[in-house]
């Protein structure tokens, strides 16, 4: 592999021709090379033109399905169809940073790492209801976790715009399950997760869009359906996670209460030694009178 590798942008699109001529925007901005660009466009309108345009001196595939096959069918044959050493993802109605690629590639090269993902802000655009123009409303840095292996087993914390996969990765774990149509890229990570460390890079390289309407977001109904099917996928070790996280708790727990026991056990010692403390005091007062009482006697 050579110093600075080919990468594979795959870029899923479907029925947002004017959000994807921004995201071409992003990759044309690119100051890292090579890469090359896999736009898959699942049945909808026809936007070859607008990627061959938009994309000018950067090497692409513009695939067009016969019939709608899903978001997630959109990854698998962008993945496959790639020829980089190194892949990553950009949804059409997204955008990365010119030092996107750069960094994250720069940061797996010295050692080959497998999987290597940055930070994107989560923006939330509103729209003007008598201009019909989106602006920003909002900007938030959701997700910036370092890589712990059990937490995706509770929730997925790395979007599919952050990560930089080297491309042996797919076909050691398998393709995104195309049975689900959203959390998708939450199952593949944790399959992923299984096999190979990730390495965080604490930047923020890009943007994940969201629409004020919802208009972005597809197949909205089946998040909670699709949901429950990774969590009862992975319920094994969802299970063994929590039966740990108890075992601790409980541990702690058991260790406080010594500790309250012995806190008990040392006032009650304290309280004793304070009563002997005190005896002793009267004594010593008792002494001191009985030898000005005899010094008295002398005296006379």
């Given at each position: ?12 699109t ?13 990759l044309?901005?690119?100051?890292y ?23 000018q ?29 190194y ?5 059409d ?40 123009e989106w602006t920003?409303?909002?900007?938030q840095?959701?997700y ?6 059990d937490?995706f087993?509770?929730?997925n ?7 930089l ?6 076909d ?6 195309e ?49 429950a ?6 319920r094994?070790?969802r ?37 002997q ?13 009985e ?7 002398q005296?006379?």
């Amino acid at each position: 592999m050579s110093e600075n590798p080919l990468v594979s942008v795959v870029v899923r699109t479907f029925n947002r021709p004017d959000r994807l001529k921004e995201c071409l925007v992003c990759l044309q901005n690119q100051r890292y090379r090579p890469f090359e660009v896999i736009a898959v466009n699942d049945a909808g309108v026809d936007v070859e033109t607008i990627v061959s345009n938009g994309l000018q001196g950067i090497p692409y595939q513009y695939i067009c399905n016969p019939e709608n096959l899903g978001r997630t069918a959109g990854l698998n044959i962008g993945v496959e169809a790639a020829a980089g050493d190194y892949v990553c993802f950009v949804d059409d109605d997204d955008g990365v940073y010119p030092n996107h690629l750069n960094l994250l590639v720069n940061t797996a090269m010295p050692d080959r790492l497998p999987v290597v993902y940055s930070d994107v802000l989560n923006v939330t655009y509103e729209k003007n209801p008598e201009t019909q123009e989106w602006t920003r409303a909002k900007e938030q840095l959701v997700y910036s976790f370092d890589f712990e292996q059990d937490n995706f087993l509770l929730a997925n914390y790395i979007p599919i715009t952050c990560l930089l996969i080297r491309r042996d990765c797919f076909d050691a774990v398998g393709p995104f399950d195309e049975s689900l149509l959203v959390y998708e890229d939450w199952e593949f990570l944790i399959r992923l997760s299984r096999k190979f460390p990730f390495q965080h890079i604490r930047a923020i390289t890009g943007e994940y869009r969201r629409r004020d309407d919802n208009s972005n977001i597809l197949e909205r109904d089946r998040y909670q359906a699709n949901e429950a099917v990774v969590k009862r996928r992975y319920r094994n070790g969802r299970d063994a996670i929590f039966d740990k996280i108890f075992k601790q708790i409980f541990q702690q727990r058991r260790e406080i209460q010594q500790r309250a026991g012995q806190f008990d056990d040392a006032m009650k010692q304290a309280g004793r030694l304070q009563s002997q403390l005190a005896e002793a005091h009267t004594v010593i007062a008792r002494m001191r009178q009985e030898i000005s009482r005899l010094k008295t006697e002398q005296a006379s």
